[in-house]
């Protein structure tokens, strides 16, 4: 990892970058903690400009700025104690040249001269062909049938929100506007490969020859095809420095077909080893808690063995993104004896890896194994438990009959 300029708390976001919800909220960054709280407004409501200089975002830069780390920011800096890489991290190892021009066009309080949205999170929809078990309505249209089944809350709410406006304009105007400023675009969902917006993005980059524009996808893979596009014809003119595809697998087989529901697990199969075939530079992101801490070993076991890590990046080409919210799903809601036996249970596969391969994977694990570690939540079992009964009753699925490990959490 490169080293980052200025101090440790600095992130190039507040700089570069708002994230668009479906319904029109905006925040700094998508993993940000306390997302209520932490909103800048709704784009019914406010501009994108007077967000981009509110009281919130001045004090985030100016925190950053003066080497404090904003609460708001916890996961990222969380992430960097455990000795993991961060979206923090990340963002401004893509952004260097940019991160040293900051101080230049920032004042003291934090007041950006600047309003230049060059790294987007734009999610439009919450379109979605999946309702994972770690997800929900907000995110995914596929949930919305069932969340009306588990709350009156939801009565009301359409299957599909989408946020039509931005600053008084089309979405896709404003797009338009911006597309040939942009550095980097992070597609994500909803399931970003089903979305009209998606396509109409990328025949921009390709019109304006933007196509050094970095892209990064978080897809469920369900599909490579849709409405008349075919989105290898896109992702082949770009290189493996400016595409990364990251697949969200957190199981395999049946247990994935449970866990993320309408996951047709032949058809993601088939469209990963499509993608290998083609040399395209794929890293699986597996959302990590209660239902499959315990299963890492058997995951990458099998990504390694399908192909799917690569050599050339030491077989390192994965993520393991640990849920924090619901709560529920939390590595913390398993019982202690069951967290120290998966933790033995991980801390013998990366030795047995690494001694097979030669190649170092510990790192990717030791937020996991520092949860481990951390007390059992009583609540949170208790929670776990009667979501997935009412969950398995609606979608007539057994949760514990396809994942019998589980079974440590009603027996």
């Known amino acids: 990892m490169k080293q980052l300029p200025y101090n440790n708390s600095i992130c190039i976001k507040p700089w570069s970058h708002l994230y668009i919800l479906p319904d029109g909220t905006v925040r700094p960054c998508c993993i940000m903690r306390d997302i209520d709280k932490n909103s800048l407004g709704n784009l019914k409501e406010r501009s994108l400009k007077d967000m981009w200089n509110s009281p919130k975002m001045m004090q985030l830069r100016k925190d ?3 080497d404090k780390k904003p609460s708001m920011c916890e996961k990222c800096y969380r992430h960097e104690a455990a000795g993991l890489g961060s979206v923090r991290m990340h963002s401004n190892n893509n952004f260097l040249e940019e991160l040293k021009e900051v101080p230049s066009y920032t004042e003291t309080n934090g007041y950006s001269n600047k309003f230049d949205l060059i790294f987007w999170d734009f999610r439009f ?3 979605c062909n999946l309702k994972c078990r770690s997800c929900g309505p907000d995110a995914s249209s596929a949930w919305v049938p069932d969340a009306k089944k ?6 009301e709410r359409e299957k599909i929100t989408k946020c039509e406006f931005v600053d008084g304009k089309v979405n896709i105007d404003f797009v338009k506007e911006h597309i040939d400023k942009v550095k980097y675009i992070y597609f994500a969902g909803g399931e970003p490969l089903i979305m009209d917006e998606h396509y109409e993005i990328l025949d921009m980059l390709v019109k304006s020859n933007n196509t050094s524009c970095r892209l990064y996808y978080n897809t469920n893979l369900q599909i490579l095809s849709y409405n008349g596009y075919n989105v290898l014809d896109y992702w082949h003119k770009w290189t493996n420095k400016t595409l990364t595809i ?5 199981e395999i087989g049946e247990r994935a077909e449970l866990v993320r529901k309408g996951t047709d697990w032949k058809r993601t199969e088939n469209n990963l080893l499509t ?10 992101n597996i959302t990590t ?3 499959n801490v315990f299963r890492l070993p058997e995951i990458i076991t099998y990504f390694y063995e399908n192909g799917i890590l690569d050599k050339q990046q030491s077989y390192r080409n994965f993520n393991i993104n640990i849920i924090d919210y619901p709560q529920h799903l939390h590595i913390r809601a398993l019982p202690d004896a069951f967290k120290q036996e998966t933790k033995i249970k991980i801390i013998n596969f990366i030795e047995s890896f690494e001694k097979t391969t030669g190649c170092e ?17 009583p609540e949170w079992k208790d929670t776990f438990i009667h979501f997935n ?22 027996g």
Do not use: C, W
């Open 275 to 284: 993608l290998i075939k083609a040399g395209f530079n794929v890293r699986p």
């Open 389 to 410: 009964k009412q969950l398995d009753d609606i979608r007539g699925e057994s949760l514990y009959e396809t994942i019998p490990e589980l079974k440590i959490m009603i």
């Open 289 to 291: 808690g209660a239902l």
């Open 246 to 250: 990251s697949p969200s697998i957190d």
């Open 361 to 377: 994977i510990r790192l990717r694990f030791s937020y996991a194994l520092q949860l481990l570690d951390e007390p059992h939540v």
């Open 150 to 155: 588990l709350s009156k809350n939801h009565a």
């Open 125 to 127: 929809s919450n379109k």
């Open 64 to 66: 950053m700025l003066e």
